[in-house]
């Protein structure tokens, strides 16, 4: 479904969107999400399984879209912590938490 949206698949009249092959890049999702807002459609839902490669990746997903809205909103207003980060330090913290989970 995500990117049928490329290959001339229209969804003119759907009113509910089941994405089930969630990709490994999120804006991928993101841009069949609009694809679908765009036409009206009502309900957009994500089926995942339990305990399965999906539930993992979908949590990477948000960790990317999470780590894109920090980076973006570094215009030297406080995070939710309080304390403000500039995108220096949130390359750091992420490279410095691969390295810790590729140690482990």
Excluded: W
């Amino acid at each position: 479904m995500t990117r049928a949206g490329g290959l001339g698949i229209n969804l003119t009249s759907a009113n509910v969107v089941i994405l089930h092959d969630i990709d490994f890049n999120p804006y991928n999702d993101k841009q069949a999400e609009d694809r679908c807002n765009e036409n009206g459609t009502d309900q957009i839902l994500r089926l995942i399984s339990k305990d399965t490669v999906d539930e993992t990746m979908l949590k990477c997903a948000r960790e990317k879209l999470k780590l894109e809205k920090e980076v973006i909103s570094t215009d030297g207003q406080d995070d939710e912590d309080g304390s403000t980060k500039d995108v220096a330090s949130i390359l750091k913290q992420v490279l410095a938490a691969q390295k810790s989970r590729q140690a482990s």
